[in-house]
């Protein structure tokens, strides 16, 4: 895999994207049946909780993932590795993830990373 320069990836992806998840990493990869190179890039979930829930009582829980192929750049496939966080209120065990519902159907992701956004709990 060769890296590739995450910070003019801002740039590519939507701003609602961005306002909640960091580009962690990014890369050129060879896939080994075709031959093809492709570029992967990873979100992850801010650590930040929603509002109106309170850090002293959520802890961070790791994540759970989704890869999601994009739309091409360059004749190139793109895949999106996106790790929506999830937290745990620290007394009662109940798990909480952020409520992406809010996205509107006109916004610039595909569908099946919008879908995934908008799932409630696992």
Not at 15 to 32: A, M, N, P, Q, W
Not at 62 to 86: E, H, N, S, T, Y
Request: proline share 3%.
């Amino acid at each position: 895999m060769s890296e590739f320069d995450t910070g003019a990836l801002r740039y590519v992806f939507p701003e609602e994207l961005l306002r909640y998840f960091d580009i962690v990493e990014s890369g050129i990869h060879t896939d080994k049946p075709t031959g093809e190179d492709y570029l992967e890039v990873v979100f992850e979930e801010k650590n930040t909780l929603p509002e109106g829930y309170s850090k002293d009582a959520y802890e961070s829980k790791g994540f759970f993932d989704k890869r999601v192929q994009d739309f091409p750049l360059r004749g190139k496939a793109v895949f999106l590795k996106v790790r929506r966080r999830r937290w745990r209120h620290k007394e009662t065990g109940e798990e909480l993830t952020r409520d992406f519902t809010f996205l509107a159907e006109g916004t610039k992701f595909t569908a099946e990373l919008a879908d995934f956004l908008k799932q409630r709990g696992r």
